[in-house]
C-alpha cells in the first residue's frame, strides 16, 4: 500500500477528496438504486447495481492514474487533432443518439460489442477546454485581433456548442460559461467578451424560433426546455413538479442526522434517485450534516483547483486546472441547486458519486490532467531541491579540499622552517 500511495503523484490533497468522494459514493448508490432494481419485474436485488459501480470507480481510478502520468503539455497538441472527432461524435449522437427509458436521448450513443451508453458532450467539454486554454496561452506570445480569435478560437467554440446545444442545453450553457470564465481568466479582452456574449444569446434566440417555426426539421428538445422552465416559474403541477416534490420531501425528512444509512423512503419513488436526485437521497439518510459535509468537500476540491492552477508555472497549465477543474464543482453544485429547487431540473449528475459509466470516467480523465499539472509542480520543486542539494554537497567538497590544502602549505611550510641551518642557530 506503501508503494502505491509513493506512486501517485500530484496534489496530494485532490487524491484524498477524489477518494474519500468515491468511496463514499458506494453507501447512497447502493441504497438508491432499489428503485431502478424493482422495475421491469426485477427482483429488488441493488448488489448488481453496486457491483456495476464498483467497476466504473475502479476503472475511473485507473484512468486518473495512467492520465496524470502523461506530461500534460502533450494534450495542447492532441486537443487540436481530437476536436474535428469529436465534431463527428456530436454530430451522429445527435442524428442517431439512443433512446433511454424512453427519454429523448440523443446524448448517448451506443458503443458496440461492450454494451454501454457514452455521453460524447462530456468527452467534448474536455476537449474543448483544454483548446481554449491552448489558444489563450498562445496569444500570450503573439498580439491578438478579434477577427484571428474568432476564427481560431470562437468558431470552433461554436460548433462544439452548436451540435451539443439542441439535445442538451444545461450542457452545452455550462460549457459556454466555463469557456468565457476561461476566457476572462486567460485575459481575452472584455468587450471581445461582451461581443460573443450577444452573439451566443442571438444564434441561440434564432435557434428556438427556428424550431417554433418547423418543430420537425431535426433533433431538438425546445418544448422540454419550455415546460421545466414553466413548471419552475408556475404552480401548474407538470412531470418536473413530481420530480422536485419528492425530492424535497427526501430532505425534509432528513433533518439533522439523517434516517440512517440505506433508510431513504423517497429512493422508492423518486425517479432517477441514484443519478440526477442522489444528493436529495444523501440528505433524506445522512442529514443536514451529511449534506453540508459532502458540499464542505466540494469546496475544498474547488479550493484546490485554485492553489494548484496559482502554482502551475506556465499560463496552458494554470488555464487548464481552471478549466477542467471549475466544472466539476460547478456541476455539483447545480445538482444540489436543483435538489431544493433553486434551479429547473437540468439533467446534471452530481460528480464523482452519482452513478454512470461515461460520466465517471470523463470527470476521471479531467482529474488525471489536473494531477498531471500538479505533478510537473512537484518535479520542479524536486529538481530545484536536488539543484541545491548538489551546490551544497560541491560546496562542502570544495571547502573540505582548501581546508586540506591550507593544511599541506601550513605543514610544508614549518618542515622548511626545521630545515633551515639559520634556524638552528637562532635556537641556540
Not at 486518473?64 to 463527428?88: A, E, M
Not at 478560437?153 to 461554436?158: D, G, I
Request: with cysteine; charged share 15%; hydrophobic share 50%.
Amino acid at each position: 500500500m506503501k508503494n502505491l500511495i509513493n506512486s501517485l503523484h500530484g496534489d496530494k490533497v485532490i487524491w484524498a477528496l477524489v477518494a474519500f468522494l468515491a468511496v463514499f459514493s458506494f453507501m447512497p448508490v447502493f441504497s438508491a438504486s432499489s428503485n431502478l432494481a424493482y422495475m421491469r419485474h426485477g427482483t429488488g436485488n441493488t448488489l448488481t447495481y453496486l457491483v456495476k459501480h464498483a467497476v466504473h470507480i475502479i476503472i475511473g481510478f485507473f484512468i486518473i492514474y495512467k492520465v496524470h502520468k502523461v506530461p500534460y503539455h502533450y494534450f495542447r497538441g492532441l486537443s487540436i487533432f481530437i476536436l474535428p472527432v469529436v465534431w463527428v461524435l456530436l454530430g451522429y449522437t445527435l442524428i442517431k443518439g439512443t433512446v433511454i427509458d424512453g427519454a429523448n436521448a440523443s446524448r448517448w450513443i451506443q458503443i458496440p460489442f461492450l454494451g454501454i451508453s457514452f455521453q460524447t458532450s462530456t468527452f467534448a467539454a474536455i476537449v474543448l477546454y483544454v483548446y481554449v486554454a491552448r489558444y489563450l496561452s498562445k496569444t500570450r506570445e503573439t498580439p491578438l485581433t478579434f477577427k484571428s480569435s474568432l476564427v481560431e478560437l470562437w468558431v470552433p467554440v461554436f460548433i462544439t456548442l452548436g451540435l451539443i446545444f439542441p439535445a442538451n442545453f444545461s450542457t452545452a450553457a455550462l460549457l459556454f460559461a466555463m469557456v468565457l470564465m476561461i476566457a476572462f481568466i486567460g485575459k481575452y479582452p472584455l468587450k471581445y467578451i461582451g461581443l460573443i456574449l450577444a452573439l451566443a444569446v442571438a444564434a441561440a434566440s434564432f435557434f428556438v424560433l427556428l424550431v417554433i417555426a418547423f418543430p420537425k426539421a431535426f433533433p431538438n428538445r425546445v418544448d422540454t426546455w419550455k415546460s421545466r422552465i414553466e413548471n419552475f416559474t408556475s404552480d401548474k403541477p407538470g412531470e418536473d413538479d413530481y420530480q422536485i416534490e419528492k425530492a424535497k420531501i427526501a430532505i425534509a425528512s432528513g433533518n439533522v442526522y439523517g434516517l440512517g444509512p440505506g433508510k431513504s423512503v423517497q429512493k422508492n419513488f423518486l425517479p432517477q434517485s441514484s443519478s440526477d436526485f442522489i444528493y436529495a437521497i444523501i440528505v433524506e439518510e445522512y442529514g443536514l450534516m451529511g449534506g453540508l459535509t459532502i458540499l464542505f468537500f466540494y469546496m475544498l476540491l474547488l479550493f484546490r483547483f485554485v492553489v494548484a492552477s496559482h502554482k502551475a508555472n506556465t499560463l496552458f497549465g494554470k488555464l487548464v486546472v481552471i478549466g477542467l477543474g471549475f466544472p466539476i464543482v460547478f456541476q455539483a453544485l447545480i445538482n444540489m441547486a436543483v435538489a431544493v429547487e433553486l434551479l429547473p431540473v437540468t439533467g446534471q449528475t452530481l460528480p464523482l458519486i452519482s452513478s454512470g459509466g461515461s460520466s465517471v470516467w470523463m470527470t476521471c480523465i479531467a482529474l488525471g490532467i489536473i494531477l498531471s499539472v500538479t505533478k510537473k509542480e512537484e518535479e520542479i520543486a524536486q529538481e530545484e531541491a536536488d539543484k541545491q542539494h548538489r551546490e551544497k554537497a560541491l560546496q562542502r567538497l570544495i571547502d573540505k579540499q582548501l581546508l586540506e590544502e591550507e593544511a599541506e602549505r601550513v605543514g610544508s611550510q614549518g618542515q622548511n622552517e626545521e630545515d633551515n641551518p639559520m634556524n638552528a642557530v637562532l635556537n641556540r
